[in-house]
């Protein structure tokens, strides 16, 4: 006979305490710190208590009895469902003291190495409609919140509609249905919209990722500081299983009469906003959304935009990363910049490059500039942007960084004497650290999205480096995320 689980308890007058990761908030209870997202410091709430381990607990508020003083009031309709803004609650100008606070505990704790006085967090230019940037997930099967959920005739009427949306964690085949999010340019809603409704009218079936059956699978919006548009569509063409005894013509029949579908779909989407200047599409057999290895197909205009900075000219393709706050990534790459301390006569290595963005940012201060990035669509993007501005001091290659950054590869290309880094949130690979070790720049500019892994790299570096200087940078309000920039200079 299995033994019953206690029913956890719901916790009753709880006060919050601070804020904690992930966006969450935290108390203390008999010993344990106990998680609760979408509060904020100072609230006073009933706390149901869901899940129970030995040093920690998760809760979700069940009531509030008083709210904080620090608190804002969110913006966004969905705002305690979608999770992907989880601090719209807490005032800005508090989200920067917890974003540096976080900066400096990750590097302190993690990192165990001696640092500078740290830099003010520089704050975003704008809060709202800051991304360039946004990627929907399209279900036959929408999320319901608790309250539809709790009105019967509400939940049975829209459980199985289809949404155009965000995933939510915990139901990986459920999309939240998504009517304004306020992170992009007015335009990109207006646009998501007409490609449900559309498809809705028509009888375009939606993506089952269960079932892995349906037309209609993901759509991808993407603007820039030029006022460009790409919006790429993903599909996914439905087959008769094998197992059906079927005709070839059958089977035509029915991709035929999809691609029409298809086709129509791109045409309404081109004639009702001439504002996109790239227009794609794919069909997507695998059973994740990720385009990386996809042939993506232009049904309108050209197969990239153009992003601004300075007096740069930036070519963005459909698979090229490019930062998502346009703005700010100047500030960002500003601040690289002034670290990296150019003469004029230095070589510098830009680690994972992306499209050249840093690359060519500093080229016009360096002597020669090499960029390494695994994604060979973002190499060939880097060449074109180095040409289409005239700069013709820099070398791209494409790989995996500890393949291709190897002492041969230094011994052939020169000593660096700046290296600039922006990995990705794991970090750099151990034989990348020891590279950079022995090839022995003067200054590293470490640009991070993530200050953990970050902290990990800087213990390993400070074999040879010391932290000079620290500047935490905002790129994404209403997160958690915070980017940092450190100088490194050699003992």
Request: net charge negative.
């Amino acid at each position: 006979m299995s033994r019953k689980k206690k029913p956890l308890p719901l916790l009753e007058g709880v006060v919050i305490e601070a804020v904690a990761a992930e966006g969450k908030c935290l108390f203390h209870w008999n010993e344990l710190v106990v998680f609760v997202p979408f509060c904020v410091p100072g609230d006073v709430c009933d706390v149901q208590i869901r899940r129970k381990k030995h040093s920690f607990a998760e809760g979700e508020v069940v009531r509030f009895i008083e709210y904080s003083k620090v608190r804002a009031i969110p913006f966004c309709k969905h705002f305690g469902v979608c999770g992907g803004c989880k601090w719209q609650n807490l005032p800005y100008e508090e989200q920067l003291k917890f974003k540096q606070q976080q900066v400096f505990d990750q590097l302190t704790r993690i990192g165990k190495i001696p640092l500078p006085d740290f830099r003010p967090i520089l704050g975003s230019v704008k809060t709202q409609e800051y991304r360039n940037k946004l990627d929907y997930g399209c279900a036959n099967k929408r999320y319901l919140t608790k309250e539809e959920i709790s009105t019967l005739a509400a939940g049975e009427g829209a459980k199985n509609k289809p949404a155009i949306g965000f995933h939510i964690t915990g139901a990986f085949d459920k999309i939240l249905p998504i009517e304004k999010c306020w992170l992009m340019d007015d335009l990109h809603n207006q646009i998501r919209n007409e490609v449900r409704d559309y498809a809705i009218e028509h009888g375009l079936s939606f993506f089952d990722l269960r079932e892995q059956v349906g037309l209609l699978r993901d759509v991808i919006i993407r603007n820039s500081a030029s006022g460009e548009w790409m919006v790429i569509i993903q599909f996914h063409i439905d087959h008769l299983p094998l197992t059906i005894d079927h005709s070839e013509e059958q089977e035509k029949q029915m991709v035929n009469h999809q691609w029409s579908m298809v086709n129509g779909l791109l045409q309404h989407i081109a004639d009702k906003f001439p504002q996109i200047s790239a227009l794609m599409y794919l069909d997507n057999q695998k059973c994740n959304d990720t385009i990386g290895d996809q042939e993506i197909l232009v049904f309108k205009g050209e197969d990239h935009i153009y992003e601004l900075m300075e007096d740069l000219k930036f070519k963005v393709g459909p698979k090229s990363f490019y930062q998502t706050n346009t703005e700010q990534a100047y500030h960002l790459y500003a601040v690289a910049r002034e670290f990296a301390a150019l003469s004029g006569n230095e070589t510098v290595y830009d680690l994972y490059t992306g499209t050249g963005t840093i690359a060519n940012f500093v080229a016009r201060k360096a002597s020669k500039v090499i960029g390494i990035e695994y994604v060979p669509e973002a190499i060939e993007d880097a060449k074109i942007n180095s040409e289409i501005n005239g700069i013709d001091n820099t070398l791209f290659y494409a790989g995996d960084m500890k393949d291709i950054l190897t002492d041969e590869f230094i011994a052939e290309h020169g000593r660096p004497d700046v290296i600039i880094t922006d990995p990705p949130r794991a970090g750099m690979h151990p034989d990348v650290v020891k590279t950079i070790l022995r090839a022995a720049p003067q200054r590293i500019v470490y640009v991070s999205c993530n200050p953990a892994t970050q902290a990990r790299d800087l213990q390993e570096l400070h074999a040879d480096y010391d932290v000079i200087e620290v500047q935490p940078v905002d790129m994404f309000p209403h997160t958690p995320h915070v980017e940092n920039v450190v100088l490194l200079a050699r003992r």
